[in-house]
């Protein structure tokens, strides 16, 4: 059985984007029932060096939904310019993640699949890679490292959290 690039690469951002939803609420309920400041929770890091839980909120979208749009431009270029500084601002974040993911057809990322594209950062061409191997060793890595980390932060702050928030729904044979 052949997997298609779609089939890689969407429904696995789907289901770990979509558990950032639950994480979300059970930060900020945390917060507010341990009288924890929104400013203390959602700027908290891991270490002092990495991004906080907004930072990697929208690099879940940087690196699933928008990476898919650009694509056919043969060029990615991170775009950090609408940090979310609420909780709210992250439901959104993800809401539109999930929308743009939800828009994608298999016929649009087969036609990239072998399609050149460079990272580029700073106005330089860093890296080259087929559309596919940047949707699955470049983007799909990047997006289970922030909601890792995103649930690792929240895991340091206290809030009671499970494998199974991480995960989110599985999809199960119907």
């Avoid at 929104?38 to 890091?45: F, K, Q, W, Y």
């Avoid at 990476?67 to 500084?85: A, C, H, M, N, T």
């Amino acid at each position: 059985m052949s997997l298609s690039l779609y089939e890689a690469f969407v429904p696995n951002c789907q289901q770990i984007v979509g558990a950032l939803s639950n994480l979300i609420d059970k930060g900020e309920a945390f917060a507010k029932d341990k009288g924890i400041s929104d400013e203390e929770m959602i700027g908290a890091r891991l270490a002092e060096d990495m991004w906080n839980l907004p930072w990697h909120v929208r690099s879940c979208w940087v690196h699933s939904a928008y990476v898919i749009r650009l694509l056919p431009s043969g060029e990615f270029s991170p775009d950090f310019s609408d940090i979310p500084d609420s909780w709210d601002a992250m439901r959104a974040q993800v809401a539109v993640t999930l929308d743009g993911l939800g828009k994608v057809t298999p016929e649009e990322l087969e036609a990239v699949a072998d399609s050149s594209i460079g990272f580029v950062l700073g106005g330089k061409r860093l890296m080259e890679f087929t559309g596919q191997n940047f949707l699955l060793s470049f983007s799909q890595p990047n997006v289970y490292f922030h909601a890792a980390t995103f649930y690792d932060i929240l895991r340091m702050k206290g809030v009671p959290l499970g494998k199974r928030d991480f995960m989110g729904v599985p999809r199960f044979k119907s």
